[in-house]
């Protein structure tokens, strides 16, 4: 009778699980969907801007004599220095989510140091900041509580430090790394050199341009639009990565879920049979009592 106490107890506490699993996937999935919209927002503003700043680099490059010029377009063939700014959650419980996310970055790491460059690690979110942190590596900054309220503002002041120090030759690449929302049930990783600016691998837009300008002026405006191609990188990259991770917490909860619904059901198989067995038992000892007694 224990037995059956026992596997009566389990069949509670998981079906208590469920409910809990169950109440989390409808909450992700009510907040990716305000995510989702504000990551395709975000995304069409992001190659808007992107193909802007494309347009004005091809009307320098064609029109002035040495082409296009400046501290954010030069490339070092042999980086002495290289920041990888990645961004992780600042909550568990959404797969391995942040667990892609941090491989990716140890992998570029090992790439480079194998090249003796240095790597400075600049993390946001909590999760891939325990992790580094536990396994003793250093982190050259960090902050808690962007990735999951994303603030273009505060965004903004967190590339600006390696910005600065691309611009004083501190460092002489910049690479954003985060996990990125693709679909309902898919989330992918995105790996975007922030500077040097590749005006190459930025998207012209296949319409005619609608752009206007004498080529002194694209230089005044391509100056101002640089900053904000930085930051706004980088902001988009917090949305992106907010909306990846609702998904995949949805997709954690669902299969939590389930899986919970499958072991109260082995668990409901147990308990019958340990009941079956009881009863069995009884009947066999007042049978044996009853014909002990004739």
């Not at 296009?68 to 568990?92: L, M, N, Q």
């Not at 012209?204 to 004498?214: A, D, F, G, I």
């Amino acid at each position: 009778m224990a037995n059956l106490k026992d596997i009566k107890r389990k069949i509670a506490s998981v079906k208590n699980t469920q409910k809990t699993t169950r109440a989390m996937k409808l909450v992700s999935t009510a907040k990716l969907r305000r995510a989702e919209l504000l990551a395709k927002k975000s995304k069409a503003f992001a190659e808007t801007l992107n193909e802007t700043l494309s347009e004005i680099s091809y009307t320098i490059q064609q029109y002035k004599i040495g082409g296009i010029e400046g501290r954010f377009f030069e490339e070092v063939e042999f980086p002495a220095v290289v920041d990888i700014i990645f961004v992780t959650s600042d909550k568990g419980l959404c797969g391995g989510f942040n667990h892609q996310t941090i491989k990716t970055v140890k992998n570029l790491m090992d790439k480079y140091r194998s090249k003796k460059v240095k790597v400075r690690l600049k993390a946001i979110g909590k999760k891939g900041i325990e992790y580094f942190q536990f396994n003793k590596v250093d982190l050259e900054d960090k902050i808690v509580g962007l990735s999951s309220s994303p603030d273009y503002k505060k965004a903004a002041e967190f590339i600006k430090k390696s910005v600065d120090d691309f611009l004083n030759g501190g460092t002489d690449k910049v690479i954003l790394v985060h996990n990125g929302y693709k679909s309902m049930i898919a989330q992918e990783i995105k790996i975007n050199n922030i500077l040097p600016i590749d005006i190459n691998g930025l998207k012209m837009k296949e319409t005619k341009s609608m752009l206007e300008m004498e080529p002194e002026d694209s230089e005044k405006v391509l100056d101002s639009l640089i900053q904000k191609y930085i930051e706004y990188n980088m902001y988009f990259s917090l949305i992106d990565s907010l909306a990846a991770e609702h998904s995949a917490r949805m997709q954690a909860m669902d299969s939590a879920t389930n899986n919970a619904s499958e072991m109260v059901r082995k668990l409901t198989i147990s308990y019958n049979k340990a009941r079956q067995e009881s009863i069995t038992t009884e009947l066999i000892e007042i049978i044996s009592g009853m014909e002990a007694m004739k």
